[in-house]
């Protein structure tokens, strides 16, 4: 427990997620798309880079959990606190639109990208570095000459979901390469941790912190996505399962509005108020 105290997480960061969210979902589909406030010259992104190897490429789950992780990692860094050397690039993008951008590396370029700032986030070999927030326009070599595409893995078959550990949906209905579910992982923890800390829960925050931000990326079921879908009620489908979801602006892959992925956060026990702490209810967490 003592190292778990020992997290001091930047939460305010994700102060201005937190206060967009509800509206992001209350928009057409055609408005996520909508674009005519930016200036192209002054689009800020999130870079993350896959580690593919050609003879040994990772296995599909590990490297969208990697992602996931990575992506809150950079963000919840303690440099992005008021006053810190990545605070500025971290709240300037998080105050707008939450774009990543993922490109793929092996070798050599691989190790190049370890030099930028970021945070590198490896799961059962599978390894993904998430960077600091750039514009376009600044991004530096070592990224510029990465490809975006041929990210694509074969489908696994991950074990059962341990306890506790949130679980990343995936739309059944909606096919995406591994850089597109990447990107719409790393949105997913924001969000959830965004929530989190809207709720109060920084405790909680701070033991995921302290453990790496492991969660569990999985295919959802058609039955288990239409359970858990918040549908147009998302404030309480929050309050009564801890379900956020992914709404996607469509620029790639996906038509604009797309649901693409749902955040579940499994309470643990020590984080059910005395009068919850029931078998059933921990029982109805993990059923799916």
């Known amino acids: 427990m003592t190292g778990v105290e020992q997290v001091v997480l930047p939460l305010s960061v994700l102060d201005p997620l937190l206060s967009r969210y509800a509206q992001w979902l209350s928009l057409t589909g055609e408005a996520t798309a909508d674009t005519s406030d930016e200036d192209p010259e002054q689009v800020v992104l999130m870079p993350m880079v896959l580690r593919i190897e050609r003879r040994e490429p990772p296995a599909r789950t590990a490297l969208l959990e990697a992602a996931a992780a990575a992506a809150l990692a950079v963000c919840l860094d303690e440099r992005c606190a008021p006053g810190g050397e990545w605070h500025e690039a971290m709240h300037g993008w998080i105050s707008g639109r939450i774009r990543k951008v993922t490109r793929r590396a092996r070798g ?13 986030v490896e799961v059962d070999g599978a390894e993904v570095r998430a960077l600091l927030p750039m514009r376009v326009a600044d991004m530096p070599k070592e990224l510029s000459r ?16 341990a ?54 990326v999985r295919q959802a079921t058609p039955e288990t996505w239409a359970d858990l879908h918040p549908g147009d009620d998302p404030e309480t489908a929050w309050r009564k399962s801890r379900v956020a979801m992914v709404r996607d602006a469509g620029f790639t892959e996906v038509d604009p509005g797309t649901v693409t992925v749902l955040a579940q956060w499994r309470l643990t026990w020590v984080e059910l108020p005395p009068g919850q702490r029931s078998a059933d209810l921990l029982d109805r967490e993990d059923r799916f």
């Open 146 to 161: 990465l490809q975006i595409s041929g990210s694509e893995l074969e489908p696994d078959e991950p074990g059962e979901v």
């Open 108 to 120: 050599a370029h691989w190790e190049a990208v370890q030099s930028l700032p970021g945070i590198t």
């Open 163 to 216: 306890h506790g550990v949130p679980v990343l949906w995936l739309n059944p209905d909606v096919p995406m390469s591994a850089g597109k579910s990447a990107a719409q992982v790393g949105h997913a923890t924001m969000i959830l941790a965004a929530q989190l800390h809207g709720e109060g829960m920084d405790r909680a925050l701070e033991r995921w912190a302290a453990d790496g931000y492991p969660c569990a």
